[in-house]
C-alpha cells in the first residue's frame, strides 16, 4: 500500500498537499479502501457530536459503517442547509438562526452576538467574529440561500486543490503552479461577499496573485440578502406574483449604498477594460469566471476594439454551464479571441463542496477520490450498483469536512460510467457524463438561479429595490 | 405501449402518425399528426359556416348530448378506454379516483343536467332567441338581446378528465366552434368524446363543430397562425401561469382571452374546532377530505390551513392534534377520492425531510414515503416551500387573530374552505375584498360542485357568448333627427 493511500485513508484532508494527479490513478481496492476509511473516520469523529446526524442514524440504526453504500440512509436532503424557516430572516430571529446552525457544525456557536444584527449579511459577519466559521452562502432557489458552515481553516483546502488540479492535470508537475508562480488574477465580478465565489476569489487573490487583483467591482459586497431577495423575485415572476414581494426595512435603510454601485456601474466598466488593457496587457493572468459572464465581458470588449488582450499563458477555471442563458454556437471562440488565450479548466461543483471535478478531454466530469459519488434510484433512493452505465440521482459524500457533514443527496440527474473501464482519457474511478441536469428541470421546471444566472439576477434585485424606494 | 393521439378536425379524423411526444410523469409518450400540415382546415374558415348551428333549436342539442352521454359509457367505449389506460401513466390521480371520474363522464351530458347549466350559466331564452328586453325610458323604442356562439380555441387543462367533457358541452349549448387543444397529460379524453360524436352523427353540425388537437403548447408555427382575429374570436385558457403569459403575445383588439387562472386554495378555521374531541374529529375529517379529494390535483384542493388554535403552547398543542387526527383521516379517506399518490414530487419529498432539520419549528405526520403529510407549523408563519404543496401534503399554520389567515388571501386564492358556517359569514365580504373567488363549507371545496355556478370570479359561459343587440325605433323619430328644426328643444339623446 502506497503512502498515499495510507495517508489518505488515515486523513483525508492530506489530499491538500498530495499530487492531485494520484487519485486518478488507484486501483478499485484502493480507492475502496481510502474512502471506506476516510468514511468511518467521519462517521465516528461526527456522529454524536452533530444532532442533526445522531438523529438521522439513531432513526435509521445504523452505528456503525461496513461498507460504503451503508452511509446512503445518512446523506442529508440537499435541502437541508437551507431548512431554516425563512420567518427568522423576515421576523429578524438571527439568534433562532444561529441555534439552527449549531446543529449543523461542530464549531462552536456559543460566543456569536448577533444583537443589532437584521441581515443576511450582518449575521454572516457576526459568525465569522464570534466563532472560528467563514460560513459560506449559495445563490438561492426562490430567495432561500443555503448557509454552509466552513470553517475559517477549512477555506484555503478549495483554491489549494484547485491550484494542484491545474498544476497536475497532465500528470504529476507538470502545469504551472499557481501557488508558488503567482499570476494576477482578474475576475469580472465582485471584490467581497461570502457567496461561495466571492469567498474564493478574495483567497485567491491572495494566494494566486499575491494581492495583485482586478475587480471589475473592487469596492463592492456581492450582498447575501440582495441574492435573497433576487430568488424570490424571480420566483415570484415565473408565478406571476411580484407584487406580493415585501422588501425589509434593513434592505430598504441600504437603499443609498445600492444607488451608489448602480450608479458607479457604466464607470466601473469603462475602469475595469482600461485597467485589464493596459496594466494585464500581453501578461499572463489568472482568470476565473463562468462562461455567460465571459461571453458578455468579451462582447462588450469586442466592441471596444480590444482583442487578444492577455498572454499566452494565461490560465482560465470556469464551470457553472450556460443554462437560462443563450449563447450563440461560436461563444468559445469569441470569447479566446477577445482573451487572447484559450487554456481553460472546466469544473463541476457545488458550494456545499470543497473539491470540485475538472472535465477531462473526453467531456467527462472526475470527482477526485476525496468525494464520494453515488447515483441513487431517483424513485426509491436505493443506491444502484456501481458497474456499467447508472443514470439517476446524483448523490455525493465529501469527505473533506471535519465538523460538518459532507453527505448530500443533489438535486441532479446524472449519467455515471467509468465503474468497469477507465475513461478514455486515462483517469480511473467513476465519472460524470456530461448530461447533468436539475431533476426539477427533468420534470419541466426550473427555478434554481445557478452560478451562471447569479450576477444578472443580483442586478435586477438592485433595480427592484431601488424602484421600490425611489 | 405507444399511443397514436389523432387530429379531428370537424368530424374527420386524421391519425397517421406524425412527431412524437413525450407524456408528463410516467414518461409514456404518444404520437400525433402534425397540426401544421393540416393549419387551413383547423379554423372555420368563414364565420357565416357558423348558420348551420342556427337551424338546431335547443332542445336538438339537448337531445343530441343527451343521446351522446349513453355512449360514454366507460365499461363500453372503447375511445374511453384507451384514454383511461394512457392517464393511468400520465395523470397525477391514481387509477381508482380515475375510475371514479371516468364513470361520472355521461351524467354532465344528460338532458335535465344540460338544460340545468344553460339556463342558469346563460339563460336558454337567450340562446334560443332573441330577447325582449323591458321597456326603456322612450316607448317608441324596444331592445332585444341574444347569446350568440363565438369561434374559440380552448386550450384545456389536463388534471381532472372533467375538463374536457364541460368544454364540449359548453360549446354545444352556446352553439359555438371550438378547436380543443389537449394538454400532454390527457390528449386523449377528449379526443375520445368527438370520436364518439362522430360514430353517432357524423354530419350533424355539433359534431361537425368540433376540432381536438394536440400540439406542444408554445408552438409558435401553429399559435402564430391560428390566435388572430380574423380565425378566432375567443381563447378560453386553463392552466400555469406560464402557458397563459405565452398567449398574451397574441392578444389584440378582436381577441377575446378568458383566462381561468392557475389558483391555490386554502382553509380557514375557527377555535369552535376545539369545542371537543368529537367535534375536532369530525373537523379533521372534513379537512382530509378538501385536502385529498382528486389527490390534491385540483386548484380547489386546501393546502394552507390557518387554524385559530393560539400560539402559545396549548394553541400550538391543539393545532398539532387536529394535524395527528388530519392525517388519520387523510389515510383513511375512500380509494375512489384518493389514494398514496403514485408520482410523489421528489423536490417536495426533500422538502418534508428537510423539516426533520428544524424540528422545533414543524410537527410532521407522515411524509415517509406517498402517503401524503400533514405539517403543522409550530408558529403563525406557512412553510417557505407552501406553493410547492401537493401530493397530498398540508400546512397548518396556527394563529392567535382570524386576521392573520385573511391577509394571506390574494387574488391568486380560489376556493377557502371555512369552518365553522358562522365564520363564513362573518368573513366573506372580506376575503371577496382580498381576492377570494369561492367559499364553501370545509369538506366540500373539492367535491360541492353540483349546481352550476360562476367559476373563478368570472362567469366563462356569459363570456364565452357574444351578446348581441337588436335596437329597433319607431321611423318616424329616426327620421326627424335629420330635420333642423330652430326652434324645436334638442330631442333627448
Known amino acids: 500500500m502506497s503512502d498515499f493511500v495510507q495517508a489518505l485513508a488515515a486523513d483525508p484532508q492530506s489530499f491538500r498537499d498530495a499530487n492531485y494527479d494520484a487519485g486518478f490513478r488507484l486501483s478499485d481496492a484502493e480507492r475502496e479502501q481510502v474512502q471506506l476509511s476516510a468514511l468511518r473516520k467521519r462517521f ?29 440512509p445518512l446523506l442529508f436532503p440537499h435541502t437541508v442547509y437551507k431548512s431554516y424557516p425563512l420567518s427568522f430572516l423576515e421576523r429578524g430571529q438571527f439568534d433562532r438562526l444561529t441555534r439552527w446552525l449549531q446543529n449543523m457544525t461542530t464549531t462552536d456557536l ?47 483546502i478549495t483554491p489549494t486543490i484547485n491550484a494542484h488540479c491545474i498544476r497536475d492535470f497532465d500528470g504529476y508537475r507538470t502545469g504551472p503552479d499557481i ?54 423575485l424571480r420566483a415570484a415572476e415565473a408565478r406571476g406574483e411580484q ?30 477594460f482600461a485597467q485589464a488593457s493596459e496594466r494585464y496587457a500581453g501578461r499572463d493572468v489568472f482568470l476565473f469566471a463562468v462562461w455567460p459572464i465571459l461571453f458578455e465581458w468579451a462582447e462588450e470588449g469586442l466592441k471596444r476594439g480590444l482583442k487578444g488582450i492577455f498572454g499566452k499563458n494565461s490560465i482560465l477555471t470556469t ?152 | 405501449m405507444a399511443y397514436t393521439v389523432p387530429l379531428i378536425l370537424r368530424g374527420e379524423i386524421v391519425d397517421e402518425g406524425g412527431i412524437s411526444f413525450g407524456g408528463r410523469r410516467g414518461g409514456a409518450s404518444f404520437t400525433a399528426p402534425d397540426v401544421v400540415d393540416h393549419l387551413d382546415r383547423l379554423a372555420l374558415s368563414a364565420p357565416s359556416r357558423m348558420a348551420d348551428l342556427y337551424d338546431l333549436s335547443f332542445e336538438d342539442i ?145 359534431t361537425r ?54 389558483k391555490h386554495s386554502g382553509t380557514i378555521i375557527g377555535p369552535e374546532a376545539f369545542a371537543d374531541e368529537a367535534t375536532l374529529q369530525a373537523v379533521a375529517r372534513r379537512l382530509a377530505v378538501d385536502i385529498g379529494a382528486l389527490n390534491q390535483e385540483g386548484c380547489v384542493n386546501a393546502r394552507v390551513v390557518y387554524v385559530q388554535s393560539g400560539t402559545d403552547e396549548a394553541g400550538i398543542a391543539r393545532a398539532e392534534r387536529l394535524g395527528e387526527l388530519t392525517f388519520a383521516a387523510l389515510q383513511a379517506l375512500p380509494d375512489h377520492l384518493s389514494t398514496p399518490h403514485k408520482a410523489f414530487d421528489p423536490e417536495l419529498k426533500a422538502e418534508l425531510d428537510a423539516l426533520s432539520f428544524v424540528e422545533e419549528e414543524y410537527r410532521l405526520f407522515g411524509g415517509r414515503r406517498n402517503e401524503g403529510a400533514i405539517i403543522v407549523s409550530r408558529s403563525d408563519a406557512p412553510v417557505d416551500f407552501a406553493r410547492m404543496l401537493a401530493c397530498r401534503v398540508a400546512n397548518i399554520v396556527p394563529v392567535d387573530a382570524i386576521e392573520t389567515a385573511v391577509r394571506s388571501v390574494n387574488s391568486y386564492t380560489q376556493t377557502i374552505g371555512i369552518y365553522p358556517e358562522s365564520l363564513k359569514e362573518t368573513l366573506r365580504d372580506r376575503l371577496a375584498f382580498q381576492g377570494a373567488q369561492r367559499l364553501v363549507s370545509l369538506g366540500g371545496a373539492a367535491t360541492l360542485m353540483q349546481t352550476p355556478s360562476p367559476q373563478d370570479g368570472i362567469e366563462p359561459l356569459r363570456r364565452m357568448v357574444k351578446w348581441i343587440t337588436d335596437e329597433s325605433a319607431d321611423a318616424g323619430m329616426m327620421e326627424a333627427q335629420a330635420i333642423r328644426e330652430p326652434e324645436a328643444e334638442p330631442v333627448a339623446a
Not at chain 1, 117 to 128: E, N
Not at chain 1, 138 to 156: D, N, V, W
Request: hydrophobic content about 40%.
Open chain 1, 319 to 470: 464551470g457553472g454551464g450556460s443554462k437560462g442563458k443563450l449563447l450563440p454556437p461560436d461563444y468559445k471562440e469569441r470569447i479566446f479571441e477577445f482573451l487572447g488565450f484559450s487554456r481553460h479548466f472546466e469544473f463541476f461543483g457545488m458550494s456545499e463542496l470543497m473539491a470540485n471535478a475538472p472535465r477531462c478531454s473526453e467531456g467527462h466530469f472526475h470527482f477526485p477520490p476525496v468525494v464520494i459519488t453515488f447515483v441513487l434510484d431517483p424513485e426509491t433512493g436505493e443506491p444502484l450498483p456501481r458497474t456499467g452505465r447508472q443514470t439517476g440521482r446524483l448523490a455525493l459524500m465529501d469527505l473533506l469536512p471535519d465538523s460538518y457533514w459532507g453527505g448530500l443527496v443533489s438535486g441532479d440527474e446524472v449519467t455515471m460510467a467509468g465503474f468497469d473501464e477507465p475513461c478514455g482519457c486515462g483517469r480511473k474511478g467513476p465519472y460524470l457524463e456530461s448530461t447533468i441536469r436539475r431533476f426539477s428541470e427533468a420534470q419541466g421546471g426550473d427555478d434554481k438561479i445557478n452560478c451562471a444566472g447569479a450576477p444578472e439576477a443580483h442586478d435586477r434585485a438592485m433595480d427592484y429595490i431601488l424602484e421600490r424606494s425611489a
Open chain 1, 110 to 156: 456559543s460566543r456569536v452576538d448577533v444583537s443589532g444584527v437584521t441581515t443576511i449579511d450582518d449575521w454572516i459577519g457576526a459568525l465569522a467574529a464570534g466563532s472560528d466559521l467563514l460560513p459560506i452562502h449559495t445563490f438561492g432557489t426562490s430567495g432561500k440561500l443555503s448557509i454552509i458552515p466552513r470553517t475559517k481553516a477549512q477555506t484555503i
Open chain 2, 209 to 262: 363543430h368540433v376540432s381536438v388537437a394536440y400540439w406542444k403548447g408554445g408552438d409558435q408555427r401553429i399559435e402564430a397562425h391560428l390566435y388572430d382575429p380574423r380565425r378566432i374570436e375567443k381563447i378560453v385558457a386553463w392552466g400555469g401561469f406560464a402557458g397563459i403569459k405565452h398567449v398574451t403575445q397574441y392578444l389584440q383588439p378582436g381577441l377575446d382571452l378568458i383566462t381561468l387562472d392557475p
Open chain 2, 62 to 206: 339537448v337531445a343530441y348530448l343527451d343521446r351522446l352521454g349513453t355512449l360514454l359509457d366507460p365499461h363500453e367505449n372503447r375511445y374511453l378506454q384507451e384514454a383511461f389506460e394512457l392517464s393511468r401513466l400520465t395523470s397525477g390521480l391514481s387509477d381508482p379516483i380515475l375510475r371514479y371520474h371516468y364513470g361520472l363522464i355521461p351524467d354532465y351530458f344528460r338532458a335535465e343536467t344540460v338544460r340545468d347549466l344553460a339556463e342558469r350559466l346563460v339563460g336558454i331564452d337567450y340562446l334560443e332567441g332573441w330577447v325582449e328586453q323591458p321597456a326603456g325610458r322612450d316607448p317608441r323604442t324596444k331592445l332585444r338581446i341574444r347569446a350568440m356562439g363565438a369561434r374559440a380555441v380552448h386550450i384545456i387543462a389536463g388534471n381532472v378528465p372533467v375538463v374536457g367533457v364541460t368544454t364540449v358541452i359548453r360549446n354545444a349549448v352556446t352553439r359555438s366552434d371550438a378547436i380543443v387543444k389537449t394538454p400532454s397529460n390527457d390528449p386523449l379524453t377528449t379526443a375520445a368524446i368527438a370520436r364518439t360524436m362522430i360514430d353517432m352523427a357524423p354530419d350533424h353540425p355539433i
Open chain 1, 44 to 72: 465516528a469523529e461526527l456522529r454524536d457530536r452533530l444532532p442533526v446526524l445522531r438523529k438521522l442514524a439513531d432513526e435509521q440504526g445504523i452505528d456503525r459503517i461496513d461498507a460504503i453504500d451503508d452511509v446512503v
Open chain 1, 243 to 272: 407584487g406580493q414581494i415585501a422588501l425589509s426595512p434593513a434592505l430598504l435603510a441600504r437603499r443609498d449604498e445600492f444607488a451608489k454601485r448602480e450608479a458607479d456601474r457604466p464607470h466601473d466598466m469603462d475602469r475595469f
Open chain 1, 179 to 232: 501557488l508558488v508562480d503567482h499570476m494576477p488574477l482578474i475576475s469580472p465580478s465582485y471584490r467581497y461577499g461570502a457567496s461561495a465565489i466571492a469567498r474564493g476569489m478574495n483567497l485567491m487573490a491572495d494566494i494566486y496573485a499575491a494581492g495583485d487583483a482586478l475587480f471589475l467591482y473592487p469596492e463592492a459586497y456581492f450582498s447575501a440578502d440582495v441574492a435573497s431577495l433576487a430568488g424570490r
